[in-house]
């Protein structure tokens, strides 16, 4: 069964600090990845997808990839307090989505 | 607006019911899927359409059962065999089953007593 392992979490950050969400995937045939977000009680937001080997950069938000490594990753740059959420790493080619990393931060 | 639509957003019902969860979606997306989510716990896949009158088994599909009759509707039933039924369910579309994002509805929280 293709899997998608995110690091186990609950991850805390002080506001202001960078936050580092990672993902390591096994479907070698997958070409795009998508990080999402939920809050609490709330459905999935997509936030940020990849799909070529490097960094991509979306205000506060960097996914960066690395498909030899089977790895992709989310920054987050001066983390608020409204980032606290579960983020979740999703591999489309097999539909599935990794257990996902919950963030807190805080002021 | 183009969304999806699940309905109702709360359901409950006594144990040894069939329900019915509603999904419906105005984005002329091809593929839909059916995600149930516990607790603490990440997204896990039912069943997943690619096109009108085809379906297939996720991972836990067992207690399940879905039909694809129209593009825009993939409604799912949970039946009696469903062991533990109480949980959040979530419909899904993207324009092709391969590489596309998915797009999530809002949700329908399900509880079983």
């Known amino acids: 069964q293709k899997e998608v392992e995110q690091n186990s979490g609950p991850l805390s950050v002080p506001e202001g600090a960078i936050a580092s969400l990672n993902c390591t995937y096994s479907?070698?045939?997958?070409?795009?990845f998508f990080w999402y977000r939920q809050y609490s009680g709330k459905s999935p937001e997509l936030i940020m997808s990849?799909?070529?080997?490097g960094d991509k950069e979306d205000g506060r938000f960097t996914a960066q990839l690395n498909k030899a490594s089977q790895y992709v990753s989310l920054l987050i740059r001066d983390s608020q307090p409204s980032d606290s959420a579960t983020y979740l790493c999703?591999?489309?080619?097999?539909?599935?989505f990794g257990a996902g990393t919950r963030l807190t931060v805080k002021p | 607006d183009g969304g999806i639509t699940q309905s109702p957003k709360y359901l409950f019902r006594k144990e040894g019911q069939n329900v019915t969860l509603s999904c419906e979606q105005n984005?002329?997306?091809?593929?839909m899927y059916w995600y149930r989510q516990d607790p603490g716990q990440g997204l896990r896949l039912i069943y997943y359409?690619?096109?009108?009158?085809?379906?297939q088994k996720g991972d836990i599909a067992e207690g399940y059962s879905v039909s694809r009759e129209k593009k825009e509707s993939f409604p799912l039933t949970v039946t009696s065999a469903q062991k533990n039924p109480t949980a959040f369910y979530l419909c899904?579309?993207?324009?092709?089953?391969?590489?596309?994002?998915?797009?999530f509805g809002n949700g329908t929280r399900l509880t079983v007593t």
């Open positions: 999703a591999v489309p080619h097999d539909m599935r």
């Open positions: 479907d070698r045939g997958s070409q795009s």
């Open positions: 359409s690619q096109i009108v009158n085809d379906f």
């Open positions: 990849i799909y070529s080997n």
């Open positions: 899904a579309s993207s324009i092709q089953a391969d590489n596309s994002p998915l797009h």
């Open positions: 984005l002329n997306h091809d593929a």
